[in-house]
């Protein structure tokens, strides 16, 4: 205790004050340090979390006692304990997706509930239980299902239904397949509800169209995956380029065509008509008033009688006859264009080299063929198809990945321990800044003094002996291990063998008088107090 209250007494002001702040900031240095390696590690429980989802969830967690962060929208908990409780608040349907079910249904009571609440209840229901089935498919994180049930209301014409699909995904588009899957799901839900009247939006690219009403963008994406995807396999991902141009009839057209053949008639109707004429004609003298009378029988005179019969038939005939009758509406294909560049392929030139080549003429046209099929190339139709092969340009990678291994490190928290490891370079930086100035302080202390064990027996200087011991001068001062003020040696070499030390001595004492007459008084200050 004595030697450090010493050591502190011997000290200046500016010494002490970097001693106690060296000791100040490795003390708290350490603290951090201990901290950060005692804090629990946090995992990522939920994000992406609405609030309407995220508040019952951290309503449970308050409940339970669960230690949790919210970090700009995510929750995090301890990582020993996620697992664990995705399990516990799955059992406790957290966080709700798609809205409540049939369970809606269970908690109705049939004394106070009239026709039209269950009703409603029965359709909310429905529309949750929809939600939860979309709600299945992977790149779907959250789904609202919103139906109108066909109507009939007396005498009056039935309400046709209708039904919306709304999907939020993970930055995945939502492909055709899927919402058409979307709109049977829910046509298969609601009695008399056809998949048209359902629509189905994804609330980053809005509407996806049915196949017969997409756009022209949407069947040229399409195409242009199919024959990526069936190249693919064959050149390698990257080494073929596929580009689709469509364009569609914007107008609508009817045409209407009849043809007849003169070789094929049919009888449609016959008319068949008889005619019968018969006459007769007496002569009798005169003409009086009896003649007008009916004849009597007595009468005598001439008679002339005629008879006539005609028959007719008619007969008609219908040549044979086609009709035929072409609508074409909007949206129809009036004409595609592909155009596929694929890579050349790695040959070695005469000199060694490796050379991008362009492919041969029949493989090329392996691929024109697959493409054909794959785009419904059709000539008649004045579609286009251009299959080329040119050696890509290479292009200096951005990055090499390297293989993931799972071990120590990996199951470590990187980010803890980049913080230990800041807070461990400052510590030691700390206690080395307070080392310094230790050291700094003893140096200060240790100048170069002669010792005054003995006072000096020879009256002379010229008797001093430095470079080797001489009889008589045992009782001669001393020079101390730590004066450094003091060189015998030439600057820039040594002593040499066999050089005069008292010429020596004297020079020095001649280019370094200020440490010489310092160097003399200590000694005449020294003689004074051992006098007394």
Do not use: C
Not at 387 to 392: A, D, G, I, T
């Amino acid at each position: 205790m004595q030697e450090l209250q010493k050591f502190w007494a011997e000290r200046t002001a500016r010494q002490r004050m970097a001693i106690l702040g060296g000791f100040v900031v490795s003390f708290l240095l350490v603290l951090a340090f201990v901290a950060l390696a005692g804090r629990t590690q946090m995992a990522l429980l939920y994000s992406g979390l609405d609030d309407a989802q995220a508040g019952p969830v951290v309503a449970h967690f308050d409940q339970s006692g669960v230690a949790y962060e919210l970090r700009a929208g995510t929750i995090w908990v301890d990582e020993s304990q996620r697992d664990r409780l995705r399990m516990d608040l799955a059992a406790q349907n957290l966080p709700q997706q798609g809205g409540a079910g049939y369970e809606i249904l269970d908690q109705m009571s049939g004394f106070s509930t009239t026709s039209q609440m269950f009703d409603a209840a029965y359709w909310r229901a429905k529309e949750g239980e929809l939600a939860r089935t979309i709600l299945s498919i992977p790149s779907v994180r959250s789904a609202r299902v919103h139906l109108t049930a066909p109507q009939s209301r007396g005498y009056r014409d039935q309400q046709p239904g209708s039904g919306s699909v709304t999907v939020v995904t993970d930055g995945t588009p939502l492909t055709q397949a899927q919402a058409n899957s979307m709109r049977f799901l829910v046509a298969s839900a609601v009695p008399k509800l056809t998949p048209d009247a359902v629509s189905v939006i994804d609330s980053a690219r809005g509407i996806v169209q049915p196949a017969k009403n997409e756009a022209a963008s949407d069947r040229e994406t399409r195409i242009k995956e199919n024959v990526e995807r069936i190249l693919t396999p064959h050149v390698g991902a990257g080494n073929a380029i596929v580009e689709v141009s469509i364009d569609l009839v914007t107008e609508a057209e009817q045409l209407t065509e009849r043809s007849f053949d003169p070789t094929q008639r049919a009888m449609i109707s016959q008319e068949t008509e008889e005619m019968t004429d018969e006459s007769s004609m007496a002569e009798n003298g005169a003409v009086t008033a009896a003649s007008n009378l009916p004849e009597q029988p007595g009468q005598a005179g001439d008679k002339q009688q005629s008879q006539r019969a005609e028959t007719r038939q008619r007969a008609n005939y219908e040549v044979g006859s086609v009709t035929r009758q072409i609508d074409r509406r909007p949206g129809a294909i009036r004409r595609q264009s592909v155009a596929v560049l694929v890579n050349g392929v790695p040959s070695e030139g005469a000199n060694g080299e490796t050379l991008n080549v362009p492919r041969t003429e029949p493989e090329l046209e392996a691929i024109r063929e697959l493409v054909a099929a794959a785009m419904g190339f059709d000539e008649a139709r004045g579609d286009e198809l251009t299959v080329k092969s040119m050696p890509f340009v290479a292009t200096a990678p951005e990055g090499t990945q390297v293989g993931h291994e799972s071990g120590l490190i990996d199951r470590l928290a990187l980010d803890s321990l980049a913080w230990l490891a800041v807070v461990g370079i400052f510590a030691l930086l700390a206690l080395a800044l307070t080392l310094r100035a230790l050291h700094k302080g003893s140096g200060a202390r240790g100048t170069a003094q002669l010792d005054n064990s003995a006072p000096p027996s020879a009256p002379a200087l010229p008797d001093l002996q430095i470079a080797t011991p001489v009889a008589g001068t045992a009782d001669m001062p001393m020079l101390t291990m730590a004066a450094a003020d003091f060189d015998f040696d030439r600057p820039g070499g040594s002593l040499l063998p066999g050089a005069d030390p008292v010429a020596r001595l004297k020079q020095l004492m001649k280019e370094r008088q200020d440490e010489t007459v310092r160097l003399l008084n200590g000694w005449i200050g020294d003689d004074e107090r051992s006098a007394t």
